[in-house]
């Protein structure tokens, strides 16, 4: 390791206070630069593994200077002492690894230090031997270690090699209280120090060349979990089940150490990059396989250390000691975020009546819930969910689905949980197929990521463009399957199509939406091709492309969405204008060959919803479904204008999130049909929801203030707020699970996706169709009709869907004058009430924006 030192070569007498050079350089210097040549170059079956040439360097360069140093009086008693750093240190030293070494000494003349020194250097330059030294008392070394955080490091690796063995005790012992003393103050400037030099020497797994010592998920950031728990913060690795991907730190340790070993030996030379023409013999030598394999396995190692340094750095900052007036705060409360997930400390934590042995669903939740707010899950959780939670039984309930889709549509928030649940084994038991492509590298260059990041990385893009979108949820997971069918020999746009019809089965789509996910995938690269190689111009192109998808507009939109995503996440310059132009040119003449799209029409009235409806003058009913979450609500009142609002904010007042919804009448009453899932536990009593409609009909409660209350005090931290920061809820409670009507379980204040209002002409009596696509927030239905009510529309009918994070409602109206001032009017008000967009940064650590975003509204068919 680097140490704080006077120099590299012969130091000057200025320097060191060095007399005349000796007149001989001892033989022992030249036979072990000789041994170390020929250890290096050994071939056949004197050639030893990575191992074992490191444990025999290590061997032969302590020999050499505890004989060197009993020669020259380093001694025990001596006062004198040689520490070893770096490499050394830590007993791996590597063929071209410099000699990192320490003369330490205690009462001595400067006459018998320079002796000492000179004696001790001179014949490993003579050598050729690389050398960083330094010559210290032990309060000049900790004065170093004090004054520099690379020093320090350095230093905490210290080792005694020979000589005055108490001496070197009281430069160890003393750097490592010291540490442990200072690292309060100090905890800033290393984790300073941890990202500038991520930022100089990049990501090791998403490198072509990576550097395998300073790069993120390299060696230096194992040893840095080492320094971590030298000052009793962590306990040096992140705890990781034998069964996960990388198979814990350590082994991921010993991976890279050993390829860097192979690299030293290959090159001839100090390196730390591998070089792809270096990689195929490092690969054959350590019996990995190709370039590709060993760029597979260094993915794998590089990712399982990124992930433990993230766990151990926020570990560490959260175990800090407390100083003056911090001593007295309470302890961090815990906020509930979904059922069985709270936040607490600044991270995803289960509930204390969690219980992961009965509830399959609750990694998707935790996962969910981790994207959504953008904080990252305990380690401690993942170890727990990974040792006792089941697998989702097939087909996977709506709820597991719906906690996949909000997932997936949370934008670069979902890259950290994703990782998160595959470096402890828990994605790959949600998505078997996974194995295939995980660690998977580019088989050719213009690919930035390895094929399972960039399956994220698409889905990432995805999430911006579900409201061009009739389906924003084939768009998600099409997204995250499109290459699932690479590495497995054969064309994975074929391969993939068949695997997508396994996923879609499992999670629980619809066999026509099982299809369509499957023929995405067997198409993802159809419109590209296609627009890119063939004349658009030729009206045969675009008949084919039609005739191909089974002149399906569904399918049509979706792929011209994925065609996108995939090519932003593939690699700079990769989508352009002239791409999107050519795609979008395609998309248009293929799109005038389709027939128009059915509009959609009220659903008829079931037989329970009749019988409800002539129940009362005001009724509701509260019926449980298929899922262990969802429930089903029938509302019914006497229809009147602000009805439909009302409904919807005292059902979300309650913490009860609306999946889907009909809105209908009968015989003068409004019929709101609503399946809900409440964000805790189980609805409140139907007769308590009756309760608070008439109180809301009657204007005893002012629903819309109240919405707009709850919403302001959410305990849910937005994405781009920190617990504790002035983004963040401080609202306290006394038990994990509040009443259903504390909290709702998804407050979004921003969305990911632009909204967007389309329009269409319905009927011969003057009836339009509004359809809106945004991303959901508390109280959206409610606050949606409020506006259309408002605006003089009427709602004759309306359809409701929520699709994981994002919200498709068509509601039927009729305008007091249908005009287009009139539409522009409304749609203006409609989108005032939906989540504002936020652009997100590289770092991401930017609050929620203060302004809306809109779209012109653009016709449906």
């Known amino acids: 390791m680097p140490f704080v030192s006077t120099g590299h070569g012969p130091a000057s007498d200025d320097e060191s206070g060095a007399g ?35 444990q025999v360097l290590v061997d032969l360069h302590e020999f050499w200077l505890t004989s060197k140093g009993a020669e020259l009086g380093i001694r025990p008693g001596s006062g004198l002492s040689i520490v070893a750093v770096g490499g050394l240190g830590r007993g791996e030293l590597l063929p071209f690894s410099d000699l990192d070494l320490i003369l330490l000494y205690e009462d001595q003349s400067p006459e018998r230090v320079s002796e000492v020194a000179d004696g001790l250097w001179y014949p490993l330059w003579d050598a050729n031997i690389p050398l960083d030294h330094s010559v210290r008392t032990v309060p000049q070394a900790l004065q170093v270690a004090s004054d520099d955080v690379t020093a320090a490091l350095g230093l905490l690796e210290a080792r005694h090699i020979a000589g005055d063995e108490d001496l070197s005790a009281l430069l160890i012992g003393g750097v490592r209280q010291q540490w442990r003393s200072e690292i309060r103050t100090r905890f800033g400037a290393v984790v300073e120090h941890a990202r500038d030099r991520w930022r100089r020497s990049g990501d090791i797994a998403h490198r072509a060349e990576p550097d395998l010592k300073n790069g993120r998920g390299g060696l230096r950031d194992v040893q840095l979990l080492g320094a971590l728990s030298i000052a009793q913060l962590t306990d040096g690795m992140a705890n990781l089940r034998p069964d996960s991907p990388g198979a814990g730190p350590q082994v991921a340790y010993q991976r890279l150490l050993d390829i860097r070993t192979e690299l030293h030996r290959i090159a001839g030379r100090p390196r730390e990059q591998v070089r792809a023409q270096d990689a195929d013999e490092i690969g054959a030598a350590l019996l990995i396989g190709d370039r590709f394999d060993l760029a597979r396995v260094i993915s794998d190692a590089a990712r399982t250390i990124s992930y433990s340094t993230d766990v151990g750095l926020r570990t560490a900052g959260n175990a800090l000691p407390r100083r003056g007036l911090a001593k007295l705060r309470r302890s961090p409360i815990r906020r509930p975020l979904d059922e069985g997930v709270v936040e607490h400390n600044g991270e995803i934590v289960l509930a204390r009546n969690a219980l992961p042995s009965k509830d399959p669903g609750l990694i998707l939740r935790v996962a969910a819930s981790s994207a959504r707010t953008g904080l990252p899950i305990s380690a401690s959780t993942l170890s727990r969910l990974a040792d006792y939670a089941p697998e989702l039984r097939e087909p996977w309930p709506a709820e597991a689905l719906s906690d996949l889709l909000v997932l997936l549509g949370s934008g670069p928030h979902m890259v950290a ?33 390895t094929v399972d990041r960039h399956l994220v990385e698409t889905a990432v893009n995805a999430s911006r463009m579900t409201t061009r979108v009739t389906r924003p949820d084939l768009l998600l997971l099409g997204a995250l399957v499109h290459d699932l069918g690479k590495g497995r020999g054969a064309d994975h746009s074929i391969v993939g199509a068949d695997l997508a019809i396994q996923v879609g089965t499992r999670i629980g789509l619809w066999p026509q939406d099982v299809t369509i996910l499957s023929e995405m995938v067997r198409y993802h690269l159809l419109l590209p091709t296609v627009a890119t190689r063939r004349d658009l111009d030729d009206p045969a192109t675009a008949q084919e492309v039609v005739d191909k998808l089974g002149r399906s507009r569904v399918l049509l939109e979706l792929l011209a969405a994925l065609a996108e995503a995939d090519s932003l996440a593939t690699g700079p310059g990769v989508w352009g204008d002239w791409k999107a132009s050519l795609i979008g040119d395609l998309v248009r003449r293929a799109t005038r060959l389709l027939d128009g799209d059915e509009l959609p029409t009220p659903e008829p009235l079931t037989d329970e919803m009749i019988a409800v409806a002539e129940s009362g003058e005001y009724a509701v009913k509260v019926s449980p479904t298929e899922g262990p979450h969802t429930f089903s609500v029938i509302m019914v009142a006497p229809d009147r204008p602000g009805l439909l609002s009302k409904m919807a904010g005292v059902l979300a007042l309650n913490g009860l999130r609306s999946h889907s919804a009909t809105v209908q009448g009968h015989a003068g009453r409004a019929v709101n049909a609503f399946v809900v899932v409440p964000a805790f536990g189980d609805p409140p009593e139907a007769g308590l929801l009756r309760q608070q409609l008439i109180a809301a009909v009657e204007g005893k409660i002012k629903v819309l203030d109240r919405l707009d209350k709850r919403e302001r005090e959410s305990p849910t931290p937005t994405i781009g ?26 407050p979004a204040l921003f969305a990911v996706a632009p909204s967007r209002v389309l329009w269409a002409a319905v009927g011969d009596a003057g009836e339009l169709l509004m359809e809106l696509r945004t991303d959901d927030r508390l109280g959206l239905l409610s606050r949606v009709s409020a506006v259309i009510e408002e605006s003089g529309a009427t709602v004759r009918w309306a359809k409701v869907a929520t699709l994981g994070n994002t919200v498709v409602d068509t509601f039927c109206l009729t305008l007091p004058a249908d005009t287009d001032e009139t539409r522009a009017a409304l749609e203006e008000s409609v ?4 989540p504002v967009i936020r652009p997100f940064s590289d770092d991401d650590d930017a609050g929620p924006p203060t302004a809306g975003s809109s779209r012109s509204g653009v016709p449906i068919s």
Do not use: F, K, Y
């Open 831 to 834: 989108l005032a009430v939906c």
């Open 20 to 54: 005349p050079r000796p007149s001989q350089t001892p033989v022992a210097a030249t036979d072990l630069a000789a041994t170390r040549r020929q250890l290096t170059e050994a071939t056949g079956p004197n050639r030893l593994d990575a191992a074992g040439l490191r």
């Open 417 to 449: 949980p994703i990782e998160a649940l595959d470096r402890t084994g828990l994605w790959g038991r949600l998505l078997p197929e996974w194995g295939a492509v995980r660690d998977l590298p580019p088989r050719d260059a213009v690919h930035t990521w």
């Open 721 to 746: 707020t920190v617990a504790g920061s002035p983004g963040a809820a401080t609202t306290e409670t006394d038990d994990d699970m509040p009443t259903v009507a504390a909290v709702n379980a998804v």
